[in-house]
């Protein structure tokens, strides 16, 4: 507890999101922030798995929740219950994600190899998961640009726009930011394919001396 302030704990939620606005201490500001985060975390990490239909992804989604209500704090205006606002950004932030995933091949499971870890289990598909992002950070940074790779987490990762990215960047070139994400996804579908290829020749090598034997 911070000298002459309450003890967050027993502040009710409505009322604590309003002392975070207009909190000019820092310290005290992530120590209710962290108490509203106490406070939810589980039910919005439930929400994103049911909206997305996957509870281990709902776990990093609500991470991504909480960044949003923390950049976002000053619109809450009080009218409503937290756990509305929450949901609210919750189902807006999982709708974006569905969206980037349908919109984007090289975010589907499918554009990964094929020999990771079963899904039958969560520690497989934790372990698959991580996998599939050092794949892929690693294919980024093999492939494209700093440029492309800035562009690439701008727009997928913190959800930017393509205009607000290309006048963040100082772009200058005709298409803006939309000719970087072209030109980075041709490379990396055309390594991934080449990945493919690669994959699939010691599997039919071995096949052919199977059958030889």
């Known amino acids: 507890m911070l000298d002459g302030c309450p003890e967050v704990s027993v502040i009710p939620d409505e009322e604590l999101m309003l002392i975070l606005q207009l909190t000019g201490d820092s310290v005290r500001a992530n120590e209710i922030f962290g108490e509203l985060f106490r406070r939810y975390h589980a039910r919005v990490a439930s929400w994103c798995g049911r909206l997305v239909h996957d509870s281990s992804c709902g776990m990093d ?64 598909a934790s372990v698959e998961n991580a996998q599939a992002f050092r794949f892929l950070w690693a294919l980024l940074e093999k492939s494209l640009t700093d440029m492309e790779k800035r562009v690439m987490a701008l727009h997928f990762g913190h959800g930017m726009t393509l205009d607000a990215i290309t006048c963040s960047c100082g772009l200058t070139n005709p298409s803006g930011a939309k000719a970087y994400i ?7 579908r055309r390594v991934m394919a080449a990945s493919r290829k690669v994959a699939v020749l010691p599997n039919a090598h071995a096949k052919v001396q199977s059958r030889a034997a």
Not at 182 to 188: C, G
């Open 182 to 188: 072209v030109n980075a996804r041709r490379k990396l």
């Open 61 to 124: 989604l609500a991470q991504e929740v909480f960044l949003k209500a923390w950049r976002h704090r000053h619109t809450f205006r009080g009218d409503s219950r937290i756990c509305t606002w929450l949901y609210a950004i919750s189902r807006n932030h999982c709708l974006n994600f569905i969206r980037r995933i349908e919109a984007d091949p090289l975010a589907r499971v499918e554009a990964f190899p094929s020999d990771l870890a079963d899904r039958s289990s969560n520690i497989h």
